[in-house]
């Protein structure tokens, strides 16, 4: 019996040259609408899927290979004879091959001006029901949905008329989660038109982007994966004009930097070390701003990831040339800036549409046995309801001062307290247990520099400790979210030393 290939694609990539190279090998070629008319009009010889049903495509294409005589041919087992008796009372051939890929919805969707009544037209059904059909029956039928696969089926087919049944498994695998990602696009589109925050079931997809070398430690395997539909202002599209493979650590560190420095819009640059600022200053231009994160800590920012709004000049590329930095991201570099800094065979030079900053919708972080889902933490100084609660009120240049403080604090590791005046950090305390000892870091850093300085905190005092500290280093003025049972404690301590605080509202913990 002659054997069958039924071909029907979207993406036409390869699938003439993979049709000609079946039909040598004395293949019919079954095949449907578009795929059809382009193999015929470049000689391939076609049997239309609706010869084989008799049945003509209906509905404009929604019905055309949802057949007995289609599904029967992919299922049925060859080496079943009840199997075997059935198809041949119902005069159902087997086939063989099954190359198909979906309609583009992801694609789709991703248009900005997408209607409903497109989207929908393009879920494909046929696609993925002849896909499953074939993948569940792989022990005897070879299934591609990617046109890269076409290489290996050929060569297979021209050494042995046979598939191996190790590949035939790869391939369904690869068929079952390609139709598992397919059906996630529509199903989230759909939840996000009913406007379901959280579903009973929730299905993520995400594309391998590369393999790591390893994870956080040598001895850990890791890979790095992007969401189809995620934020272009991403590592994960990023491009990278120089340098070394990205590490696991590099990915998060590059990430945190990118979070913090989409906080300002005045030429600003943002040094990160295990994913905590070690230095962030701002400017009238990006030089001084770099100038300033530098000047922050100049000890912390070697081996470091830059992150910097604005394009990088040869000025700024100079002093960029003068550190061990591991990665450089921006929204572009002047040739001068990338001739200088790709003499540097190691650091990592990436680039990011600034002007399309937005978030995903939602964050995840994945537990032991789950997975956490909530909201960006978009709330920024302009969203605060700012509340003078001491007796000074702030001078202008102080509540510069807070307002810088208060767009890098909520990026730090709580117990968070943040050192600045109105264009640099001075001292970063991350990650402490109790919040005094976060203040004690982030003074000792500052040193000198916090006289006449303001500190920023991520949540509430608990006592007046923090506050005492701060006045005993000379701080002028204190941002807090405010909150707590004993915020008058602070308040009086606060006035006490003549310290103006403030309060937003708003708490900014980062675990």
Known sequence: MKKRALLSVSDKSGILEFAQELEKMGYEIL???????????????????DEVTGFPEILEGRVKTLHPLIHGGLLGKPDDEEHQRQMAENGISPIDIVCVNLYPFRETISKPDVSVEDAIENIDIGGPTMLRSAAKNHAYVTVIVDASDYAIVIEELRSSSETTAETRRRLAA???????????????????????????????????AQPLRYGENPHQKAAFYRSALGSDFSTANAAQLHGKELSYNNIQDANAALQIIKEFSMPAAVAVKHMNPCGVGTGQGIAEAFAK?????????????????????????QQ????????????????????????????????????????????????????LLQEPDAFGYKDADI???????????????????????????????VVCDSNMTLGVGAGQ???????????????????????????????????????????????????????????????????AMVFTGVRHFKH
């Open 31 to 49: 095949s449907t609408g578009g795929t059809k008319r382009f193999l015929e009009e470049n000689g391939v010889g076609i049997t239309a899927v």
């Open 174 to 208: 690869k068929v079952f989660r390609h139709t598992a990602a397919y059906d996630s696009y529509i199903s989230n589109y759909l939840t996000e038109l009913t406007g379901e925050d959280f579903p009973e079931a929730l299905t993520l997809t995400y594309e391998l």
């Open 293 to 317: 994160a530098y000047e922050a800590d100049s000890t912390s920012i070697f081996g470091g990831i830059v992150a910097l709004n604005r394009e990088v000049d040869a000025e700024t590329a």
């Open 320 to 371: 960029l040339s003068t550190i061990f930095l591991e990665i450089i991201i921006a929204p572009s570099y002047s040739p001068e800036a990338l001739e200088l800094l790709t003499q540097k065979k190691n650091i990592r030079l990436l680039t990011i549409p600034f002007e399309r900053v937005r978030q995903d919708k939602w964050n995840t972080v994945t537990v032991e046995g789950g997975l």
């Open 387 to 417: 509340q003078v609660a001491t007796k000074r009120q702030p001078t202008e240049a102080e509540l510069e001062a807070l307002k810088l403080g208060w767009s890098v604090v909520k990026h730090v590791k709580s117990n968070a307290i």
């Open 433 to 499: 247990m109790n919040r005094v000892g976060a203040a004690k870091i982030a003074l000792e850093q500052a040193g000198e520099r916090a006289e006449g300085a303001v500190m920023a905190s991520d949540a509430f005092f608990p006592m007046s400790d923090t506050v005492e500290a701060a006045a005993c280093a000379g701080i002028k003025a204190i941002i807090q979210p405010g909150g707590s049972k004993k915020d008058q404690d602070s308040i009086d301590k606060a006035d006490e030393y003549g310290i």
